[in-house]
C-alpha cells in the first residue's frame, strides 16, 4: 500500500509542485506587513564590541557575524515598540560548529535575558510592549564552558500589535533535514518567505506578524513532500503554536527493495534491448515488470517481459532479464516489479532507474557540475535551477562530483530528464550509499561509451576501477566521474581514458594528460556548470565563450542564463502553445529540447524539430519533444498549433 500511495503522491507532485523560489527573501509584494529588518553586518547601525568577523558558511542565504569571544556584544539602536533576533544558521550536521555559547540580552539597559541559541528557533521576541519611541538592545556573548561560537544575522523590529508563529518540523531520513522553507500566506498574499529550523531541536518561528485571520502555512525541504496546514489566526502579543509538522520523503528520491538497477546504477537500453534487474524477492510470485514516466499529467506505461534467472537467486534476491517492450518511448523510467507472497506481496520499487534512448551517441554531450556545497535547502533550490538548465540543454548524461547531502540533491536531481552519476567528497554527509550506492560504478551508454564513478581519492585500492576500466576494452570513449583529478597518469594511459571530470583538487583545471591524451576537466568554482562534448573520440569543447578554462557562468543569486517559458500552462489543457527559449550566454547549444504535453491530437511544430510525440496511457495527452538549436544572446520560439 506504501508503494501505491508512493506512485500516487508522484503523480499529484508532478501536477501541483509550484517552483521553488531562487533566493532567501521575505515576500516584496507586501513591504508594510515586514517587520524592519537590519543586518547585523551594517556597521552603521549596529556597533561592534569584541571580536567579531562576518560568517557565510558554505553559501547560505545570508551572511551574518560570528563571535566566539567571551563579552563580545552588539549593540543596536531602534525606534518602535518591539524588537527580534535572527541568529544565522547552525552551520549542517556533517561539519561546522552549531551556535553554542550563550546570549545575555538587555533591553534599554533592563533586566537581563539569557538565550542558549541551540535550544532555540532562529528567530527569538527579546521584547515586545515597549513604549513607542527610541530604544536600544544589548546582546552580549558568554562562554559556555568550552563550547563557543555563535552566529547572528539581524534584528527586526515593529511598532504596531504584532504576533508570532512557532511550530516544530521533523521528518523522515531526520539526520539528514537540516532545514527548510517557511511561506506564510495570509488570504493567499504572502507575508513571510524565509529558511526556517534548527536542525538540533527541529524548533521553528516567524516573528512580527500582524494580527488577523486566514493564515497558512507551507513548508518546503527538496526531497520531501510539500506540507499545507489548515488555515489559523495570528494574534497581537501571542505566540500561535502549530501542530508538530511532519516531511516525508517524496518517493522519487526513494529506492525501496532493489539492488540495481537504481540511482547511480542506471540501465541505459534502446526499446528492444534487454537489462539485468535484482531486487528483493525473497521466495514470493514474480507477477509484474513494469516502466512508468509521469510528464505532468501524462502518465506512460509499459509491462515488460522478463525471464528470471534462478541460478542467480540467493536468499531474498532475486534476479531478472528484463526485455524492453519495442514500442517503449524514450524518457527516464521509474521500475517495479510486483511480486505476491503473504507478507512479502507488495511493490520493488527502483525510481528513474531505466533511460530508455532511440540511438546510442557517437559523439556524446555531457553537462558536468560539482562542489556545489548543496546541503540544506538553499543550496538545493540553486541545483533545482541547474536541473532545469541542464534539460534545455538536452546532453546524453549528467556528471556531478564532489556532493554533500544526498537527501536535499536526490530530491533536486529527481527533475532531471537524463540520466546522470554522482559522487561525494570531503564535505560528504555520511550515509550517502544509502541514496546512491556504491561509490565506484560503471555505466554504459551504448557499446561505445562508458563512464566510471569513482568517488574515492586516488590514493584508496583501486583494484575495482581498473577491473571496471578493463572490462570495456572495445569501447572508443572511456570517462571518469572523479571526486579528485589527481589519477595515476599510467591508469589514464593505460585504459586510453578520454575525460576525467573532478571537482576538487589543485593544478590547471583544463589541461591534456598523458599520452592519450585524456582531458582533465575540472571545477574552476563552486558555482556554474560546463557542456563538454566530444567529436572523434576526443573532447572537441568544454569552456565557455572561447575561454582556455572557463565554466559558464550562472551565479547562485542570478536568473538561469537559459531558460524557457510557455505562453499558455504547459499541463496538457492547451492545444496551441508557444514556448520562448532565452539565452543570455554568449555561447549557441545546439540540439537543445522542450517538452510540450498537450491533448490527444495531431500538431504542427514551428521553430523546431519534432522529435518525438508520445500517447499517455489513458489516451488523453500527447507529449511532444521538440529539439532546437539555441542561438547566443538571443530568445527564440517554438511553436505547436492542433490541425485537427
Not at 513571510?192 to 518561528?205: D, F, K
Not at 532493489?258 to 524477492?281: K, M, S, V, Y
Not at 537524463?418 to 550515509?431: A, D, E, K, S, T
Not at 519534432?610 to 530568445?635: G, K, T, W, Y
Amino acid at each position: 500500500m506504501r508503494m501505491l500511495a508512493g506512485l500516487i503522491v508522484c503523480v499529484l507532485l508532478a501536477l501541483l509542485r509550484e517552483s521553488v523560489p531562487a533566493a532567501e527573501e521575505d515576500a516584496k509584494n507586501v513591504p508594510i506587513l515586514q517587520p524592519h529588518k537590519v543586518s547585523t553586518l551594517d556597521s552603521q547601525r549596529v556597533r561592534q564590541t569584541g571580536s567579531w568577523r562576518e560568517d557565510r558558511f558554505r553559501f547560505a542565504a545570508s551572511a551574518s557575524v560570528q563571535t566566539g569571544e567571551n563579552n563580545a556584544a552588539l549593540q543596536y539602536a531602534f525606534e518602535g515598540t518591539a524588537v527580534a533576533i535572527r541568529l544565522g544558521g547552525h552551520n549542517v550536521p556533517a561539519y561546522g560548529p552549531p551556535n553554542l555559547g550563550s546570549l545575555v540580552v538587555s533591553v534599554d539597559g533592563g533586566e537581563e535575558r539569557l538565550l542558549a541559541p541551540r535550544s532555540l528557533p532562529r528567530e527569538i521576541v527579546l521584547a515586545d510592549g515597549l513604549t513607542p519611541g527610541s530604544h536600544h538592545v544589548q546582546v552580549e556573548y558568554r562562554h559556555d564552558d568550552e563550547r563557543t561560537g555563535c552566529r547572528i544575522e539581524s534584528f527586526l523590529t515593529w511598532s504596531d500589535a504584532r504576533g508570532e508563529l512557532t511550530f516544530h518540523v521533523s521528518g523522515e531520513e531526520n539526520a539528514h533535514l537540516v532545514d527548510c522553507r517557511a511561506i506564510l500566506r495570509r488570504d493567499g498574499t504572502v507575508i513571510r518567505n524565509t529558511l526556517v529550523r534548527n536542525w538540533m531541536t527541529g524548533q521553528c518561528s516567524l516573528t512580527g506578524l500582524p494580527p488577523g485571520n486566514d493564515y497558512s502555512l507551507e513548508v518546503r525541504a527538496t526531497g520531501w513532500l510539500t506540507v499545507h496546514t489548515d488555515t489559523f489566526s495570528i494574534q497581537a502579543g501571542a505566540a500561535t503554536e502549530l501542530a508538530p509538522v511532519y516531511l516525508a520523503r517524496d518517493a522519487s528520491t526513494v529506492t525501496e527493495r532493489f539492488r540495481f538497477p537504481q540511482l547511480n546504477q542506471p540501465a541505459i537500453r534502446r526499446p528492444g534491448e534487454t537489462f539485468r534487474a535484482r531486487f528483493l524477492g525473497f521466495d514470493a510470485s514474480i507477477d509484474e515488470v513494469r516502466l512508468t514516466r509521469h510528464v505532468g499529467p501524462a502518465t506512460i506505461s509499459r509491462v515488460a517481459e522478463f525471464q528470471e534467472d534462478a541460478s542467480a537467486a540467493y536468499y531474498y534476491d532475486r534476479e531478472v532479464i528484463v526485455s524492453l517492450p519495442d514500442d517503449t518511448p524514450p524518457g527516464a523510467y521509474d521500475l517495479t516489479v510486483k511480486v505476491t507472497g503473504e507478507r512479502r506481496t507488495g511493490f520493488c520499487r527502483s525510481p528513474r532507474s531505466v533511460h530508455v534512448v532511440r540511438e546510442y551517441p557517437t559523439d556524446p554531450v555531457f553537462v558536468t557540475f560539482g562542489h556545489l556545497d548543496t546541503s540544506a535547502q538553499y543550496q538545493a533550490e540553486y541545483l533545482e535551477r541547474l536541473v532545469a538548465v541542464t534539460n534545455l540543454l538536452a546532453p546524453d548524461m549528467v556528471l556531478c562530483s564532489t556532493a554533500c547531502n544526498p537527501a536535499y540533491i536526490s530530491g533536486a536531481v529527481a527533475g532531471l530528464t537524463r540520466p546522470y552519476v554522482i559522487n561525494f567528497g570531503n564535505h560528504q554527509f555520511p550515509g550517502h550509499e544509502a541514496w546512491y550506492g556504491d561509490p565506484v560504478g560503471l555505466i554504459d551508454i551504448g557499446p561505445r561509451v562508458s563512464v566510471l564513478n569513482f568517488g574515492h581519492p586516488w590514493h584508496v585500492d583501486r583494484s575495482r576501477a581498473e577491473a571496471l576500466l578493463s572490462s570495456r576494452p572495445n569501447n572508443a570513449i572511456r570517462v571518469i566521474n572523479a571526486f579528485e583529478g589527481n589519477a595515476p597518469i599510467e591508469l589514464l594511459d593505460r585504459h586510453q581514458v578520454r575525460m576525467i571530470h573532478d571537482a576538487h583538487g589543485i593544478g590547471k583545471k583544463v589541461v591534456d594528460l598523458g599520452k592519450t591524451p585524456t582531458r582533465r576537466i575540472g571545477k574552476t568554482n563552486s558555482e556554474s556548470f560546463r557542456v563538454v562534448r566530444f567529436r572523434d573520440n576526443q573532447v572537441e569543447s568544454c569552456t565557455y565563450n572561447g575561454h582556455e578554462s572557463a565554466p559558464i557562468p550562472f551565479g547562485r543569486e542570478s536568473a538561469p542564463p537559459l531558460s524557457v517559458s510557455f505562453s499558455h500552462r504547459n499541463n496538457g489543457t492547451h492545444s496551441n502553445n508557444t514556448a520562448t527559449i532565452t539565452n543570455r550566454l554568449a555561447d549557441t547549444y545546439a540540439n537543445g529540447r522542450v517538452t510540450f504535453v498537450v491533448p490527444t491530437g495531431k500538431y504542427r511544430v514551428t521553430g523546431g524539430r519534432l522529435e518525438s510525440q508520445i500517447l499517455s496511457d489513458d489516451r488523453q495527452f500527447q507529449v511532444l519533444n521538440v529539439r532546437m538549436d539555441i542561438p547566443a544572446n538571443r530568445s527564440i520560439t517554438v511553436t505547436i498549433e492542433s490541425t485537427n
